[in-house]
């Protein structure tokens, strides 16, 4: 008797699943092509829309890349970028900071990050790149990049680099930008 209810059980969870199973299963007569395709009528031409162009420093004077940045900075760029680089060892900039654009989650990348700041500062109503850098050094929390949280990056910078510092750094992070 308990077996025959075992069976019957067995066959009931079977037709069960059965039926689960094949109402997950896609349904083949599904539309794959999004209804947002447009079709083309004879003759007409595909015209792909035209991206937005990211702002490049590289189409930029001294000038306006150096534009805001306090007087004392700016009369010791351009500094020695190497020396600038290196800081980033002892100051940990690059325990947070990557120079490449794989993915990263703890800080923004600095790749291209010359060209970025043209665009940031542009969006921020900054004078200039240099300014928008600078900030983001001395003062991070003014400005918190979209998707990260303020207070992560150190607050100390502004004390613990030296206009010479200052200098050295921003002439290494403006050679960051596209070719
Ligand atoms: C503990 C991690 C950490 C360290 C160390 C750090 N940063 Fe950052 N940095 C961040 C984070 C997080 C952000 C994004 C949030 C913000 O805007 O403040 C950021 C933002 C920036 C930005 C703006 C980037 C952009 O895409 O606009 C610059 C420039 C920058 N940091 C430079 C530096 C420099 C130079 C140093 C070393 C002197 C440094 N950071 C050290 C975490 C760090």
Redesign the pocket.
Known sequence: MVRRKFYLFAIVSFLIAIVVVSACAPNPRLQLISPNMVVLAEGETFVPPTPTPRPRIAGLSDEEILAGLPQAVVALIPGDAARGLD??VP???I???VTDNSLVD???T?FE?AD??VG?AEQLALAGPAL??YN??TN??E???GG???D???LT?SED?SNQDMAD?LTY?LTLRAE
Do not use: E
């Open positions: 800081l980033t100051h940990n900039c325990g947070c900071h703890v800080a923004p600095w990050i970025t700041a940031r928008y850098l983001s050094i991070p929390n400005h918190i990049v990260y949280t303020s992560v990056m150190p910078y680099l750094l992070l």
